[in-house]
C-alpha cells in the first residue's frame, strides 16, 4: 500500500493539473437532480407527535440562563418515552426538572423493516430562559421535516447503521477570491459512490459556487480514503455526498487531512464533510471572520464574571438577531445593559453566513450563543450547533 503521504502529493499533482484545465475552462457542469430519502437503511426513525403545553410556572429553573442540554431518549415500540438520561453529568439537575415533561411528550415509533421497534434518539433541549419553555430539537420534527442533518445521522448511528466517513483527504490548491458582498463560502458539492470496501467507484459533482476548481477537486475525492457503510455490522454500497468548503483562512495549497491526528481547528474540521443524504440542512451558520473562539472587543469589560448564553437567530440574508439573555438574578437595568453589550460585540464583529439546504439555497436558523470574559478586551464566543458538530468529528 502506497504511504498516504506520498499518495498525496501524487494527488496533487494530479489536481493541479486538472485545476489548469478547469481554470482555462471556468464553466459550471451540470448540475444532477438530487432525491433524498426520508427512509434509510430500512430504518424509520420516531418523531413527536404531542409535545404537552404545561404551566410555565412548573417548568422553570430559577437563575436559569438558556443553554443546550443534550439528551439520549428510549422511545418505545408504541411511541412512549420509557428512558431519557444526559449525556454529561453536569446537566443532571437539569433533567430531574424537566424529565416528567420530557416523558409526556409522545412519539410516531420508530421502525425497522416496516416493524415498529424500540429505538434511542438524541435530542438537544434549549433549556429556557425566563418566561419561556424549553426548546427542543429532534433529528426528525413534528411535522417530519429533518433539519439537523447532524443529529439526524447520529440517531442512525445508535440504531444499528455505521454511516460512511472520510478516513483522509488530500491535499488541493485553488483558494478562491472571496467577492465584495459575498454572504456564505463557495462550496462545491459532490456526490460519491462507494462499494462495501469504501473505494469510490463513481463521483460526480452536483452543486459548486466556484465551478473553476470542480474538477480538481472531483480529482481529490478520487484519491481521497473512506470507510464504508455498514448496518448491522455488514458492510454495503451506498451513494452519499461530500462537501469542500472553501474557508478564508485555510492555507493553500491545504495540507493532509486527517482528523485524527493533530488538534485541527474549526475549519479544518468542517472543511471537507461526508453525508449519507440530501435531507436536512448541508451547512448550518458559521461565523465568516471569527469562528468559534475569542474576539477582542471592548465591550467585554461590560460583561459580568460568569458566562452568558442567549438565543442567536441568524436570517438568510446573514442578518443575525440575538435575545433572550437575562439571568434572573439581574434587573431589569443590568439585562439591557448586557443585551446591548452582546449584541454591540456580536454586531461589530462577527458576521455570519447564513445557513444552506442542499439546492443551496438560504435558510434561516434558530441556535444558542454562549459569551465568557476572558478579559476586558477579550470574549470567548462559542456556537451550540458548531461544538455540537466539533465533538462529533472527534468522536
Known sequence: MIDKTIKSALAFVSVACLALIAGCAGTPGEQLVMQPRRVHFGIHLPYPERIPVYDEDTLMIKKEIERAVPLVVTVGAGGKVVDVRV????????????????RDIRFEPGMVDSVKAEMDIPVVMHVAAPGTRPRFLFPVERNRAIIETDLYCQALEMNGVTLPGIK?????????????????????????????????????????????????????????????????GE?????????????????????????????PSLSERLRVRIYPDTVGLMALPIPLKSGTGSVNSANAKKLPEFPLSGRLIVEPGGIIRLSNISPDSLSIRESRNLQLACRQIMGVRVNMAPALDFQGQHQPYVGLVRFERQSE?????????????????VD
Not at 483562512?249 to 485524527?260: E, F, Q, R
Not at 478586551?377 to 468529528?393: A, C, F, H, K, N
Request: proline letters at 9%; a negative charge.
Open 87 to 102: 449525556e454529561e453529568a453536569g446537566d443532571a439537575l437539569a433533567l430531574a426538572h424537566y424529565a416528567p415533561y420530557i
Open 377 to 393: 478586551e477579550l470574549v470567548r464566543i462559542d456556537y451550540s450547533w458548531l461544538s455540537r458538530i466539533l465533538l462529533r468529528t
Open 168 to 232: 483522509w483527504f488530500p491535499s488541493y490548491g485553488g483558494k478562491p477570491v472571496a467577492e465584495p458582498r459575498q454572504k456564505s463560502y463557495p462550496y462545491i458539492l459532490l456526490r460519491v459512490s462507494l462499494d462495501a470496501a469504501g473505494t469510490a467507484t463513481t463521483i460526480e459533482p452536483v452543486l459548486s459556487t466556484h465551478p473553476a476548481f470542480t474538477d480538481q477537486l472531483v480529482s481529490a475525492a478520487n484519491w481521497a480514503e473512506y470507510t464504508p457503510l455498514a448496518v448491522a
Open 235 to 263: 458492510p454495503r454500497e451506498s451513494e452519499n455526498y461530500v462537501l469542500i468548503s472553501f474557508f478564508e483562512d485555510i492555507k493553500y495549497p491545504t495540507p493532509l487531512l486527517d482528523l485524527n491526528t493533530g488538534n
